[in-house]
């Protein structure tokens, strides 16, 4: 027998656990289907835009913690020159760890059916409805898909989307660490190759995470290498790394970090949160984005009916939300992570700091 749904996510990220939350509530049945069993880490910088505050408090998504508030922002350049600014809507740190959880088990508290463990292989959309096989062997049926399923997933593969075809040059490295840094500001700093995050997130624990070269990892040997011989040049880096208690046995790493443009419908899959488009980590938005994106898809399902209605309503606003914040993270990518990039961008918000808040609040959207 296969079993039949109104509504089906692919993906429980905050994306996926957005939209399974708000569907939910609004008594739609909706089933999310995610590869991993919760909690689990994730690489991320998990520092969130304040654009979201209201909405998780109002939708009661905001996990009850002491979440450390960041309003100052500093950036280094590859030697280890800095300047500080304040952040003008500022953010708060938290683990995906933490978040992601809450946000699963506040989906189930809500109605939504969760499966994890569990993963889509294959779909297809034939006229009227989508046909999905499971990695267990399992077929079912859906109405309305959304495809919450990130940057990276063989399903790009089964639809044959066209970023999937090109190679990227970047990897993602995350740790949690027990480190003295100011809580109230974000870090970003530069390294030949790439750039490190670092902001606090709960219970004192800090986030180190760095976009890096896949090129540079292959010619050092191990990720350790490569930290000590490019990273470290960086002062900054050298101290924060030397000094801190590391709370992983492993850092969490992935590969084929791709900004790629993408499309927000495909195959008649509402595609939200990255696997509609990553934003490039220094703009500190992708979080948000990616709720947004959650919340866009969901309000979509609940107030239209035809699929005709649903695409349009969806591409339309997508486009206007997340269009143009993309296409400056990509742009704005091109000044982080070499010597003389890096040192123009530094001299840049020392000196025209104006500037330097245009670009951030361009890369984010207003509080919702
Ligand atoms: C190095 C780095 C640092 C970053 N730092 C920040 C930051 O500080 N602040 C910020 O706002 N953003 C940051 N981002 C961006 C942010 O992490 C993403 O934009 C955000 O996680 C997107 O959420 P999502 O729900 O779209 O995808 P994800 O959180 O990636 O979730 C997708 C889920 O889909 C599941 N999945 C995939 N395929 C399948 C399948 N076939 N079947 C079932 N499940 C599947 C995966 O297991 C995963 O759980 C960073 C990104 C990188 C790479």
Known sequence: MVDRFENLIIGGGLAGLIAANLLSKAG????LIEKKPYPFHRV????????????LKREGLLPPLDLPQIDRFIFSDTRGKSTTIPLDLGGFGISRYVLDDFLYNRALENGAEIWTGNQVENISFNKVDFTLELADGKFLTATNVIGAFGKR???DKVLSRDFIKKRSPYIGVKYHVKTEIDRNTVALHNFTGGYCGVNA???????????????????????EEMEQHILFKNPHLERIFSESEFLFDKPEVINEIN????????????MAGDSAGLITPLCGNGMAMAIQAGKLAAEALINLSTREEIEDYYTANWKILFERRLMIGRGVQTLFGSKNAS???????????????????NTHGKPF
């Open 201 to 223: 997130i709960e219970e004192n624990k800090v986030n180190l995470c760095y976009l890096g070269s896949r090129d540079q990892l292959r010619s050092m040997g191990s990720i």
């Open 343 to 361: 040192r123009f961008t530094r001299n840049l918000i020392a000196h025209v700091p104006f500037m330097a808040r245009q670009i951030i609040k």
């Open 153 to 155: 997933s063989k399903l």
């Open 28 to 31: 739609r049945q909706v089933l």
């Open 44 to 55: 991320c910088g998990e520092y969130l835009s304040n654009e979201v505050l209201d909405f």
């Open 259 to 270: 900004f790629e443009v993408k499309m927000p419908v495909e195959q008649h899959i509402l």
